[in-house]
């Protein structure tokens, strides 16, 4: 069974001859009529009783008849979801976003996002994932982008990018990439309880609990540079997203090295609460953003077995 059959009867239904449905489908008489025949012998029924003058459709085939209407009408919507995307938007959008990536996502998209938009009043929240989570729930926010998967059923995710995972510091490792075992036993600094990208680094580097190693020292770090300047003055190592060792001067990325395939990513989604009243704009702002990040980040050049997503929890 396919479309054109499901045309081929759409016709014939409507103009009861055989001739003139052929010619309104520009085929043969012959064509069409066998194409019909093997259909009906496909679904076990006569859809057209050809014993009247003009063809009459059979009680089955009035069924078969309004669901291909149907079938074919979901058909030709396809083409629209393309052309139904705005060209622009407009009016308010309150957008939540977490630190780790506001940091070096904003300034690459923002303004991009704000000269193409000129009637879009857009309202940024730096918090935290709970709290974009809550804020949805309460429509406080309109939409988030964070780590994801989120596990919440209620929340609608719309996938980004996959951004790789560096290492700053861990000197001592004369290699070019480095492996996660390598990191078990290392000195590790973290992001203070709260950060989702704490949690990740965790779970790369091996991690049960916080450890600095730092005697009568205790630190919780609430941003990249602060890790980087106490791997600086203490030794160890951390872990940085690769949009913000793009940003990085070139003394720090010397000291930054890549991990060996699989490499760990992370997954930076579009959140949304359920039921999203907002898909158009969800569907705008990703493809903008996936236009203006993915081509920067070295995922782009891997298939999907060279990654390891690190989950949030």
């Given at each position: 069974?396919?479309?054109?059959?499901?045309?081929?009867?759409?016709?014939?239904?409507?103009?009861?001859?055989?001739?003139?449905?052929?010619?309104?489908?520009?085929?043969?008489?012959?064509?069409?009529?066998?194409?019909?025949?093997?259909?009906?012998?496909?679904?076990?029924?006569?859809?057209?009783?050809?014993?009247?003058?003009?063809?009459?459709?059979?009680?089955?085939?009035?069924?078969?008849?309004?669901?291909?209407?149907?079938?074919?009408?979901?058909?030709?919507?396809?083409?629209?979801?393309?052309?139904?995307?705005?060209?622009?938007?407009?009016?308010?959008?309150?957008?939540?976003?977490?630190?780790?990536?506001?940091?070096?996502?904003?300034?690459?998209?923002?303004?991009?996002?704000?000269?193409?938009?000129?009637?879009?009043?857009?309202?940024?929240?730096?918090?935290?994932?709970?709290?974009?989570?809550?804020?949805?729930?309460?429509?406080?926010?309109?939409?988030?982008?964070?780590?994801?998967?989120?596990?919440?059923?209620?929340?609608?995710?719309?996938?980004?990018?996959?951004?790789?995972?560096?290492?700053?510091?861990?000197?001592?490792?004369?290699?070019?990439?480095?492996?996660?075992?390598?990191?078990?036993?290392?000195k590790t600094w973290l992001l203070e309880e709260g950060h989702c990208f704490r949690e990740q680094v965790a779970t790369v580097c091996g991690l049960q609990k916080k450890e600095t190693d730092v005697e009568n020292l205790a630190f919780e770090g609430n941003s990249f540079e602060t890790l980087l300047s106490m791997v600086d003055a203490f030794g160890g190592h951390t872990l940085v997203p690769e949009l913000y060792f793009l940003d990085m001067d070139e003394k720090m990325k010397l000291r930054t090295k890549r991990f060996r395939k699989p490499i760990p990513v992370r997954e930076i989604s579009i959140v949304s609460y359920a039921p999203a009243h907002r898909n158009l704009t969800v569907r705008y702002l990703a493809e903008l953003i996936r236009n203006q990040i993915q081509p920067l980040l070295s995922t782009d050049h891997y298939s999907n077995k060279d990654l390891r997503m690190v989950g949030i929890h």
């Open positions: 069974m396919n479309f054109q059959q499901l045309e081929y009867i759409l016709a014939l239904d409507e103009h009861k001859q055989f001739s003139e449905a052929a010619f309104s489908c520009n085929v043969t008489q012959a064509t069409l009529s066998a194409m019909i025949i093997k259909m009906e012998k496909e679904i076990g029924f006569q859809i057209f009783d050809r014993t009247t003058k003009p063809v009459t459709t059979t009680e089955l085939g009035q069924a078969v008849v309004s669901k291909a209407r149907e079938i074919l009408s979901v058909k030709r919507s396809i083409p629209e979801l393309g052309r139904s995307m705005p060209q622009a938007l407009s009016g308010k959008l309150i957008l939540g976003i977490i630190p780790t990536v506001a940091n070096s996502l904003l300034s690459r998209i923002l303004p991009v996002l704000l000269e193409r938009n000129p009637n879009l009043r857009l309202e940024v929240k730096e918090i935290t994932t709970e709290e974009i989570m809550r804020q949805l729930k309460r429509g406080t926010i309109d939409l988030g982008i964070a780590a994801t998967p989120l596990e919440d059923e209620n929340i609608q995710e719309e996938i980004l990018y996959y951004e790789p995972m560096l290492v700053y510091g861990a000197d001592s490792m004369n290699k070019k990439y480095i492996l996660t075992d390598d990191l078990l036993h290392e």
